[in-house]
C-alpha cells in the first residue's frame, strides 16, 4: 500500500514548478510522478502511492490525475490554490521519500517534457506494457511493479 496519496505528491512537484517558475505541463508531471513512483518501489520495495500507470502513447500516465489537469491541455499547470509552499510540502515527507523526491528533481525535473518522454520510451517497463502495439495505438495495459523494479534495480549502486 503507498505511504501518500498521488496528489500529495503532485502537489510537491507542482509547487517546486510554481515557486521555480519552472513550469511543468500535465505530460511532464505524469512523467516526474512515474519516476518517483519507480523508484521509490525499487528502491524500498514499497509503493509511494497506490494508483497503477497505464502506458499511454506519450508514456506512463496516471489516469485519475491526467483527469485533474486536463483542462490545461499542453499549457503550464498553475495553481494559485497551493497555500503550502513546496519547503512546507517537504515537511510532510518522511525523510527516505524525500531523499528518493529531491533524487527525482535533480535528475528528471530540469529536463523538458518532450525528453521525459523520449526516456520512458526508451526504458523496458513501458515498452513491455506496449508490446505489440502501434506507436499511436491507445492502450490501457498497466506497467506492472515487478518490471519496474528488475529495469530500475540494475541502476542501483550496491
Known amino acids: 500500500m503507498g505511504k501518500y496519496s498521488y496528489n500529495q505528491i503532485a502537489d510537491f512537484f507542482i509547487a517546486l514548478s510554481n515557486d521555480t517558475q519552472n513550469l511543468i505541463t500535465n505530460l ?13 518501489l525499487t528502491i524500498t520495495g514499497d509503493r509511494l502511492f497506490d494508483e497503477e500507470f497505464q502506458a499511454w502513447v506519450h508514456g506512463p500516465v496516471l489516469t485519475n490525475l491526467y483527469d485533474d489537469y486536463k483542462t ?4 503550464p499547470i498553475l495553481r494559485e490554490d ?53 506507436p499511436d495505438e491507445p492502450s490501457q495495459e498497466i506497467i506492472k511493479d ?11 549502486e550496491n
Open 146 to 156: 515487478e518490471w519496474v523494479i528488475e529495469y530500475y534495480s540494475k541502476y542501483l
Open 72 to 75: 490545461f491541455k499542453w499549457n
Open 28 to 40: 511532464k508531471l505524469q512523467k516526474l510522478m512515474y519516476y518517483a513512483q519507480a523508484w521509490h
Open 82 to 134: 497551493l497555500e503550502e509552499t513546496y519547503n512546507k510540502l517537504r515537511e510532510n515527507v518522511d525523510e527516505k521519500t524525500l531523499s528518493i523526491l529531491d533524487e527525482v528533481v535533480d535528475e528528471y525535473f530540469g529536463l523538458t517534457a518532450y525528453e521525459l518522454e523520449r526516456l520512458t520510451h526508451s526504458e523496458d517497463p513501458w515498452l513491455k506494457a506496449r508490446k505489440g502495439k502501434l
